[in-house]
């Protein structure tokens, strides 16, 4: 008597941590109303993170041309020291 009060408490305890499986697996149901509200919102992020990494990238272009002008109208000459000559090092 005692084997089978024990298999059923096992068995009750089974089929309800079960139950509670199943229960917690179900997808949440969302009002149709807000599941259009959180897409608009995911599409807008969308849309506003691909604008920051547009000017952001214009922006790296923007300084790279400068850079390119700066470097194109300096004169970077090098020019070897005479071999008696000390070599002069700037420091910052």
């Given at each position: 008597?005692?084997?089978?009060?024990?298999?059923?408490?096992?068995?009750?305890?089974?089929?309800?941590?079960?139950?509670?499986?199943?229960?917690?697996?179900?997808?949440?149901?969302?009002?149709?109303?807000?599941?259009?509200?959180?897409?608009?919102?995911v599409q807008?992020e969308k849309?506003?993170?691909?604008?920051?990494?547009?000017?952001?990238?214009?922006?790296?272009?923007?300084?790279?041309?400068?850079?390119?002008?700066?470097?194109?109208?300096?004169?970077?000459?090098?020019?070897?020291?005479?071999?008696?000559?000390?070599?002069?090092?700037?420091?910052?």
């Open positions: 008597m005692k084997n089978i009060v024990l298999l059923f408490a096992v068995l009750f305890a089974a089929v309800s941590a079960s139950a509670q499986t199943q229960q917690q697996a179900q997808p949440l149901r969302v009002h149709p109303n807000a599941d259009y509200i959180r897409t608009a919102r807008l849309d506003t993170e691909l604008k920051i990494l547009e000017k952001l990238e214009e922006s790296r272009l923007r300084e790279e041309r400068a850079r390119m002008q700066m470097i194109e109208g300096s004169n970077f000459s090098v020019q070897n020291p005479a071999p008696n000559q000390p070599v002069q090092t700037q420091t910052f």
